[in-house]
């Protein structure tokens, strides 16, 4: 993601703002549904500020009808404009780092891949906007993970930030295939974006 500062920036006073970050996470999705250039720093940017509103608000929040009205506004920008387009290509490329995740790429790959299911299970459900192929791509962005996890260069505990969700499995794969433990997550991982 381009936003390297996004998560980092999340504190205690920018989670009060939630009519704010809401408004910037929509605004982001709808400025890559309207505009034709720099489709991967847009399809980024919008990523980031998803983020930062998830990392600010709790399950409850996003249950609230503040939140589901969100998630019904966000659910249209996701399927207007170049938005279908640039979902596609972040599968498309989620795939692609996951397929390379040997060489260096495993944790962008799990980055993504936990940036997709954020965005499925915390806000709009995948099959509300990502088309059939992008559905079965994102079962091969796992497979990838799966299969390029033994190889792939152990990730440490830093190397998790403290944000993702047990759920988040391909994180702790390559540890679960050495028989190792899985890294603890106790302490504040990195929240900084991580680059392709």
């Excluded at 999340?10 to 408004?23: C, E, N, T, W």
């Excluded at 034709?36 to 998803?50: H, I, K, Q, S, T």
């Excluded at 640039?86 to 799990?110: D, F, K, M, W």
Aim: aromatic share 8%.
């Amino acid at each position: 993601m381009g936003d390297g500062e996004g998560g980092a920036r999340v504190s205690a006073d920018a989670g009060r703002d939630l009519p704010g970050l809401a408004k910037r996470a929509l605004d982001a999705f709808a400025e890559s549904a309207s505009r034709r250039r720099d489709r991967d720093a847009l399809m980024d940017n919008a990523f980031a500020a998803l983020f930062d509103l998830y990392r600010a608000t709790s399950s409850a929040h996003r249950r609230s009808p503040g939140g589901r009205n969100f998630s019904a506004t966000l659910a249209e920008l996701l399927t207007s404009g170049n938005n279908p387009d640039r979902l596609s290509l972040y599968v498309i490329r989620s795939q692609t780092a996951a397929e390379n995740g040997r060489h260096e790429a495993y944790r962008p790959a799990c980055w993504r891949r936990s940036m997709l299911e954020l965005l499925g299970e915390e806000f709009v459900p995948w099959r509300d906007f990502l088309r059939p192929g992008d559905l079965e791509a994102i079962q091969r962005v796992d497979e990838a993970l799966v299969e390029v996890a033994g190889s792939a260069r152990p990730v440490n505990e830093e190397e998790i930030p403290a944000w993702v969700p047990e759920s988040h499995w391909w994180w702790w794969e390559p540890a679960r295939q050495r028989g190792e433990e899985a890294p603890e997550r106790h302490g504040s991982g990195s929240l900084d974006a991580v680059g392709d």
